[in-house]
């Protein structure tokens, strides 16, 4: 769904105060989704909680914060969802986004 509008979803868009957009790339299958989290500012996120698009036990697969790309190594282990509602999804996680980085995640 690389190339139409079902494979990308804005799960968070509206957050000037920090400076932080969430959103879904899909795939044909959904357990191909993948989130992606960006900070935009130099101030970490810690224990952001946002809406994800099925549940399951989400895995940071990607963060360009890591020590390999002499970023501060703020990281995160695998995060089971919640059935705790944000932004218009039934389940939730929360994850620390790093200081100017973006992190992805991914379903296992």
Do not use: C, Q
Request: aromatic share 12%; no cysteine; hydrophobic share 40%.
């Amino acid at each position: 769904r690389s190339f139409t509008g079902n494979g990308f979803e804005w799960i968070v868009n509206d957050d000037a105060e920090n400076s932080v957009a969430v959103y879904a790339r899909k795939g044909l299958n959904p357990k191909d989704d993948l989130i992606i989290a960006v900070n935009l500012t130099p101030v970490p996120r810690p224990n952001y909680r946002f809406g994800v698009t099925r549940k399951g036990n989400w895995k940071e697969i990607f963060n360009s914060d890591d020590e390999a790309f002499w970023g501060s190594g703020i990281k995160n282990d695998d995060k089971p969802s919640e059935a705790k509602g944000s932004h218009w999804k039934a389940n939730s996680i929360e994850v620390n986004i790093p200081p100017l980085a973006m992190v992805v995640f991914k379903a296992f």
